[in-house]
């Protein structure tokens, strides 16, 4: 078996962007590579190796035995080699690298947490870090924490998964929502069991627990964003939940209605999360003071 030589890093980056997009064609838009040019790379790294990676073909995607295992140390190698690059920056002076920030969506009218405004400082205070930022639902950003493909993430988390730390940042206020277009709105003497029984939009990301704790035992429509959920609100054929912020335009334009606050209303926390073990890396740290000392000035 040959070595894995520095410059077949890039063999194994693509080999874990192939098993975290679950196949090639999945890849393609990440990698910007065609499926015949992942196909060729990964023939590559398999002959490097001297063992079967994975199977693909019209059985689907999967990891071999010794391509499970192999991931495992891939993956500890470029985390390994991103801390190395960044070391090295701050040996000569300069914090260089690479900020990878998950959030739920919709976020960006939530004045609690102006994103922009502490990107902006921590952006100044760190003039080399290239920031990348991707939409994620609140299981998919703990993922990516743990999987290192975050190294931070802002979000509402109701389960919690160990090795992950939760910095806590504030409530978002939801409400429950009928549009202008649905029988509800004009209705002045609602009572909790009426809007029970309306057609209710929930998150992909919710749980049958979590939507029994709103109170309601089903529903009848699925949405992963925000704004898909306003949208089939907005239809007037549901009812559903939006943050109070997010909502806000719509109820001034008297789109939208809060129905029963004192009894469907809820708070959702906040929490900026990052990863076990990762707490003094220096790029984490600065993104965390930059947070906490938004928050100390409020």
């Known amino acids: 078996m040959e070595e894995v030589a520095y410059s077949d890093i890039k063999l194994i980056r693509i080999f874990v962007s192939v098993v975290r997009n679950k196949g090639f064609a999945n890849a393609q838009q990440e ?137 806590p940042l504030h409530k978002e206020q939801h409400w429950l929502f009928c549009s202008d277009k649905h029988p509800m709105f004009a209705q002045q003497k609602l009572t909790a069991d009426v809007i029970r029984q309306g057609k209710m939009v929930s998150r992909g990301y919710w749980s049958h627990t979590e939507l029994a704790k709103q109170g309601f035992k089903h529903s009848f429509a699925t949405v992963d964003s925000m704004e898909a959920q306003l949208i089939l609100i907005l239809s007037g054929q549901y009812i559903g939940y939006l943050p109070e912020h997010f909502a806000q335009y719509w109820v001034e334009q008297k789109r939208l209605k809060v129905l029963l606050p004192a009894t469907f209303g809820y708070c959702a926390p906040f929490s900026l999360i990052f990863r076990r073990g990762r707490t003094r890396e220096i790029v984490i740290q600065n993104f965390r003071k930059v947070i906490k000392n938004f928050f100390d000035e409020k």
């Open 31 to 167: 990698l910007n590579l065609s499926t015949s040019a992942i196909s060729t790379y990964m023939t590559q790294l398999e002959q490097i190796v001297g063992f079967k990676l994975c199977e693909r073909g019209r059985g689907g995607f999967s990891l071999t035995q010794k391509g499970e295992m192999f991931l495992q140390e891939a993956k500890r190698i470029l985390h390994e080699l991103e801390n190395f690059s960044r070391h090295t920056a701050q040996i000569k002076g300069e914090l260089t690298g690479t900020l990878r920030i998950g959030m739920l969506d919709s976020m960006v009218t939530d004045k609690n947490i102006p994103l922009d405004q502490i990107i902006s400082a921590f952006s100044k205070q760190n003039p080399h870090i290239y920031i990348k930022i991707q939409v994620q639902s609140p299981y998919e950003l703990q993922m990516g924490i743990l999987e290192n493909r975050f190294d931070v993430a802002i979000g509402s988390f109701f389960m919690k998964m160990n090795g992950v730390i939760y910095q």
